[in-house]
């Protein structure tokens, strides 16, 4: 029996890049899927080319996000993937707007989910996988911004839900996972790739070869995979091409 059978798992963020990976992930282990994201045309395109795959258009960022999904499919592991591609100037060529982004996104959307979970939305043994990101462990290029801020918040976030739901005697599991490197292929990969080669003065391929132990996609589905079925202690993990670890 595949180890996600009989379960829901819904993907927020589900459409593309890593969020896709995570989604074909749990396809394969025999869970029920819902796909959501902001784009139509993209979760349009990708049930095309995913068999029994459900899909729904939603903001993860608005106030009523939690509502529309869970009326869709309640889930028995919720994943927020949802993220905006962080800047790529110097700090000071930047605009508040450009700085915040990540807050504003992903932040903002892992806390609106997590929320909802607190407030009764989800039935207990569920699971909430926050999607951040390895600039949270080791602060990021000088030029994204806010990214690895909003994504260590992600972290702390995962670990105060966890603290409530404690509390609170909900029996739901919170935890973070950051993919350790950068990832070509992606958006968020592409746009950081460019980002560095820019500031450095640099080859997009000068960058990428000097970069060691990197996890592809499918490596971030199969642990968050790992994380949805397995009994691991603690918040927050990382997942490089060394596999699935424990983060500081």
């Known amino acids: 029996m595949r180890s996600l059978q009989g379960k829901n798992v819904v993907v927020v963020g589900g459409s593309r890049g890593v969020g896709r990976s995570i989604v074909e992930a749990a396809l394969g282990e025999g869970a029920t899927v819902l796909a959501v994201a902001r784009g139509a045309a993209a979760l349009k395109e990708l049930s095309w080319e995913t068999s029994g795959l459900k899909t729904l258009a939603v903001d993860a960022t608005d106030e009523t996000a939690p509502d529309a999904v869970f009326a869709a499919l309640e889930?028995?592991?919720?994943?927020?993937?949802?993220?905006?591609?962080?800047?790529?100037?110097?700090v000071q060529d930047q605009?508040?707007?450009?700085?915040?982004?990540?807050?504003?996104?992903?932040v903002k959307a892992s806390f609106l989910f997590c929320k909802a979970a607190l407030q009764g939305r989800l039935k207990p043994g569920s699971r909430v996988v926050l999607i951040s990101s390895g600039a949270a462990l080791t602060g990021g290029p000088p030029f994204a911004g806010g990214y690895a801020g909003a994504k260590r918040?992600?972290?702390?976030?995962?670990?105060?839900?966890?603290?409530?739901?404690?509390?609170?005697?909900?029996?739901?599991?919170?935890?973070?996972?950051?993919?350790?490197?950068?990832?070509?292929?992606?958006?968020?990969?592409?746009?950081?790739?460019?980002?560095?080669?820019?500031?450095?003065?640099?080859?997009?391929?000068?960058?990428?070869a000097s970069m060691t132990d990197m996890q592809t996609p499918a490596d971030v589905g199969r642990a968050v995979v790992a994380l949805a079925t397995g009994k691991l202690e603690g918040s927050s993990f990382a997942v490089s091409g060394s596999g699935l670890a424990a983060a500081a």
């Open 95 to 106: 605009s508040w707007e450009d700085f915040s982004v990540n807050w504003e996104v992903d």
């Open 153 to 208: 918040m992600q972290m702390f976030l995962a670990g105060h839900c966890q603290k409530e739901s404690d509390r609170l005697g909900l029996d739901l599991r919170f935890m973070a996972l950051a993919p350790a490197r950068i990832m070509p292929g992606t958006g968020i990969g592409d746009a950081g790739l460019d980002g560095f080669a820019a500031y450095l003065g640099i080859r997009p391929a000068d960058v990428l």
């Open 75 to 90: 889930p028995d592991v919720l994943v927020i993937c949802a993220g905006a591609l962080a800047p790529s100037a110097p």
